[in-house]
Nanobody
């Protein structure tokens, strides 16, 4: 199983980025997918998640109305569209997959997002 994130970078406050998470080596449509983020000294936290059908999504309160998660099962890819970015969104963003009802067990290497004020 391979999970690869891309799309991170440096952006000014108020700007946008779109992160991509591409997975291989598994039946992607059987997995929930979550985006997590982590800053130094803090625990990794769930930012957004999407069910295997794409019909159910979750957002942390801090990103509601600004971030949108979506998936394309035909491309084995999940996206995180991040708008109206704030300096506090600066973090390493990780994509993770969870089979069925089980916990997230396949992680990517992370992609850095830096939002300047």
């Amino acid at each position: 199983v391979q999970v690869v994130e891309s799309g991170g970078g440096l952006v000014q406050a108020g700007g946008s980025l779109r992160l991509s998470c591409a997975a291989s080596g598994l039946t992607f449509s059987n997995y929930r997918v979550g985006w997590f983020r982590q800053t130094p000294g803090k625990e990794r936290g769930l930012v957004a998640a999407i069910a295997w059908t794409g019909g159910s999504t979750y957002y942390a309160d801090s990103v509601k109305g600004r971030f949108t998660i979506s998936r394309d099962n035909a491309k084995n890819t999940v996206y995180l569209q991040m708008n109206s970015l704030k300096p506090e969104d600066t973090a390493v963003y990780y994509c993770a997959l969870a089979p069925g009802i089980y916990s997230y067990n396949s992680w990517g290497q992370g992609t850095q997002v830096t939002v300047s004020s």
